[in-house]
């Protein structure tokens, strides 16, 4: 079910919401850069554990926020101007993260077309739920330890270096062509980092957090926006906006990703004008009929509320294989890009 703006828009708050900004989308991209920057240059001044650990969240939050907003480019709606918008989000957004803009493009706009149907894509990340406590603990383990996102990586580089004929060449040609920019761009920022006598902090503060904090974050981000909902044909409640205060913001859910309903509604918003499109909507009288939690908590809690004495086998071999790929690892969109056929 799919419902057009006119049923609860006037076309003044639809032109307001709907307004793509050059400047706002550059901004929100060179935020997440500039914290990325500036906790490197913490660790650089003061290097202690602490400042490490607070820098490994705060990074990982920002990968997590060049991911979605390479999700704003792919719907077009980063900035107004089209070329603008394509390259931050392929070159400055996409490949820092090993992923591709076009094909992701490609994949999440039959998410949008199927939520929560049998053929959406995505189905995969939220049908599990609910699941117990300790299958949870056992995914969180994993992410926090690298496991999820070393196998999600092997796996990628394994695809994307393999061609049907099986000869060497051939599968460096084919990889080179779907991860060359990703792996240029992040060995250009290992070299810049190197180049002024700094090479370990590309480890300490890009690789630690793409490994530890980015998939838990992720996979929490994800359970949150389509798991458990109380209904899977009402666009209003087949996806879920979580409130979310500034730590939960700075750590866990950055550039108002927790507005999924509002996204879902009308995915041609910017991510920048979600919180006015929300206000919007309870100003409307729509609130009651949306799925709102009150925070990422209470959602979690309503993801494991499934009784340990309930878990059977099928429970567990999901639980055992989720970190293979992004789709079992929770990730809410596919960043590792799509085999072409």
């Not at 931050?88 to 090993?98: D, E, F, K, N, R």
């Not at 999440?108 to 739920?129: E, G, I």
């Not at 890009?206 to 109380?230: D, G, L, Q, S, Y």
């Not at 209470?298 to 639980?319: C, G, I, P, R, Y």
Request: aromatic share 12%; glycine share 6%.
């Amino acid at each position: 079910m799919t419902l057009a703006a006119a049923q609860f828009l006037t076309h003044d708050e639809l032109a307001l919401i709907r307004k793509r900004s050059d400047l706002r989308g550059i901004w929100c991209v060179a935020h997440a850069w500039l914290v990325i920057f500036g906790c490197m240059a913490a660790l650089v001044y003061f290097p202690n554990p602490a400042v490490w650990a607070v820098g490994i969240v705060l990074v990982g939050a920002r990968q997590l926020g060049l991911a979605i907003l390479m999700h704003d480019a792919a719907h077009g709606v980063l900035t107004n101007n089209r070329r603008l918008n394509e390259f931050l989000g392929q070159y400055v957004c996409a490949w820092p993260m090993i992923t591709d803009l076009y094909n992701y493009r490609t994949y999440h706009l039959q998410h949008h077309r199927n939520t929560q149907q049998k053929n959406d894509p995505d189905l995969v990340l939220s049908a599990p739920f609910p699941i117990t406590r300790t299958s949870l603990r056992r995914k969180i383990i994993r992410d926090l330890t690298g496991q999820t996102t070393f196998k999600q990586r092997v796996a990628q580089f394994r695809n994307g270096f393999t061609s049907k004929s099986g000869h060497f060449v051939d599968g460096l040609m084919k990889g080179f062509s779907r991860l060359g920019g990703a792996i240029a761009v992040n060995l250009g920022l290992f070299a810049a980092l190197a180049a002024i006598g700094q090479w370990h902090i590309f480890f300490a503060l890009w690789v630690v957090p793409f490994f530890v904090w980015f998939p838990m974050i992720t996979r929490i981000r994800n359970i949150a926006e389509h798991a458990v909902v109380p209904d899977n044909d009402d666009p209003f409640r087949n996806a879920r906006t979580t409130r979310a205060n500034r730590l939960w913001r700075a750590a866990v859910a950055p550039y108002w990703v927790n507005y999924h309903v509002e996204h879902h509604l009308l995915m041609f918003v910017p991510c920048y004008n979600l919180p006015a499109f929300h206000r919007v909507l309870l100003a409307k009288g729509f609130g009651p009929r949306m799925e709102l939690q009150p925070d990422y908590v209470t959602v979690l809690k309503m993801a494991t509320s499934k009784a340990e004495s309930a878990a059977n086998n099928n429970d567990a071999a999901v639980d055992a294989g989720d970190s293979g790929n992004n789709h079992g690892a929770g990730i809410a969109f596919n960043i590792t890009p799509r085999a072409k056929k």
